[in-house]
């Protein structure tokens, strides 16, 4: 595989503004904000929808989304996990039963007054999350320690006010699976979600190649109505973090409120300790924000929907031929398992079906004109190189999945690079908001006080990112004995923690 540079094949500066000109993005190093928005639509992801805050999400999104539901699917049935299917309405007096649901929830609700032109008694809520939902089914289900655990989840869309939307990343439905489970002891919950935690950091390690830190947020940033709230953070392209999936120790604060309770060994009742847990749509936002550069997309091979795209070279009086060609190649490649596809499209330019792909992101591109066919070659492209190479046939073939690999591999080395080059060690305040105003992560003591992080992020638009778990792969060394970077108090959590500016 030849060489790939760290900024994704391209040059940087006035390379890379080049490219964006050519591909007809805004260069991120101009504006990230812009560079997303083009790039989700560009790249035919999705597109706006005629409803507030809702997008569309077109084929090649769906698709996209479609290998994230499987991989994770057959992880979650693979745990011993069963999926269920809940309705979207929840009455409305149900949220109101755990005191800081609601009131984490409220001002973010879509309510529903009236069926046809019929008022409701008691207004209905389009389901922000399904905790209450689920505990109010658990306790006709649940009576007896024998019935325990119960391991459920969903597939589905949510719905959530967002005053400001962004495609994947805010959007006032979207979609996600949501877990809940229920366990006969405090011991058996934190368990269930330390291993979701630990699921989703693979998931997102070992196919989606984004390194991301795993930790516990502080009590300020926990989930309405949770006892501990675990997290998994990505740094994007502009420094800023990502909360990309989370999982929660929830006690028996929705098992009370809900009357989910059961009989224990010894005869006596108890209530259920819940947990809950979710990897949304954002995630492909988090894609795009990792791997992307100023052509667009760069999709990692094992999620990507086309991991091979063949595009034939012809003139008219020969293309048919060489798209036919193009298929039995991709009967090759498919043969080996992979996900490839024959441009087809006439009346189209080369450079133009290029550029295309490589706005998609499409790990690697094959050329193949009647020269190459003659010649038994091709020329076989990668998105993370501005190389071409001209290889034997078959040995482009039997080489194809070494060359995913090497895309796969190099594209999370690029990305943890990215996160560890710019997270910084600070002690002072002055530091920390010198680094949080360059764009950086920052690790730093803290005292724990809610105030104190009200105040810094009034301050920084920072907030605490997570307390990294002692195994964590990235920032886990143990520190005592500091002092908070903002009050000068005696630290907590007995190590440095993160902060960072968040979507």
Known sequence: MPAMTKDGGGNKGKGQDKKAQQYGVTPQSVDF??????????????????????????????ALWENIVRWLDDRFKATGHESLIFPTLIPMNFIAREADHVEGFAPEL?????????????????????????????????????????????????????????????????????G???????????????????????????????PVVRGEKSASERFAGAVATYSIEGMMRDGKALQ????????????????????????????????????????????IMTHGDDAGLMMPPRIAPIQVVIVPVGRKDNFDEMVAEGERLAAQLRQ????????????????????????????????????????????????TSDDKETLERDLAVGGMQERLDGIQAWLLARATDFMLENTVTVDTYDEFKAAIEDGKWVRAFHCG???????????????????????????????????????????????????????
């Not at 391991?151 to 949501?178: D, P």
């Not at 060994?265 to 809950?276: C, F, G, I, N, V």
């Not at 290029?354 to 066919?373: H, Q, S, T």
């Not at 792969?473 to 000068?488: A, I, K, L, P, Q």
């Open 33 to 62: 904000n812009d560079w997303y928005n083009e790039v989700v639509k560009k790249a035919d992801l999705a597109d706006n929808s005629p409803v507030a805050g809702a997008m569309v999400v077109k084929p090649y999104g769906s």
């Open 110 to 178: 879509f309510t529903v007054n009236k069926i046809g032109t019929e008022e409701l008694a008691e207004p209905y809520v389009m389901r922000p999350t399904s905790e209450t939902i689920i505990g109010h089914m658990w306790s006709g289900w649940l009576n007896s320690y024998r019935d325990l655990p119960f391991l459920h989840y969903q597939w589905g869309s949510v719905f959530r006010a967002e005053l400001r939307t962004k495609a994947f990343l805010r959007t006032s439905e979207f979609y996600w699976h949501e």
């Open 180 to 210: 809940h489970t229920a366990h006969a002891d405090e011991a058996e919950a934190r368990a269930e979600v330390r291993t979701i935690l630990d699921l989703y950091h693979e998931f997102c390690r070992d196919v989606l190649a984004l």
């Open 244 to 287: 990309s999936g989370t999982s929660h120790y929830l006690g028996q604060n929705f098992s009370r409120a809900f009357d989910v309770k059961f009989q224990t060994r010894d005869q006596k009742e108890d209530y259920a300790h819940t947990t809950s847990w979710a990897i949304s749509s954002r995630i492909i936002g988090a894609l």
């Open 336 to 383: 080996n398992g992979l996900r490839v596809k024959v441009d087809k499209r006439d009346g189209v330019t080369n450079g133009f079906k290029y550029n295309d792909w490589e706005l998609k992101g499409v790990p690697v591109r094959i050329e193949l004109g009647p020269r190459d066919l003659e010649a038994g070659v091709v020329v076989v492209k990668n998105r």
């Open 449 to 503: 006080d809610p105030e104190s992080e009200r105040k810094i992020k009034e301050d920084t638009k920072a907030t605490v990112r997570n307390v990294p778990l002692d195994d964590a792969e990235f920032f886990n060394e143990r520190e005592e004995g500091g002092v908070c970077v903002h009050t000068g108090k005696p630290a907590a959590y007995g190590k440095r923690i993160l902060f960072g500016r968040q979507y």
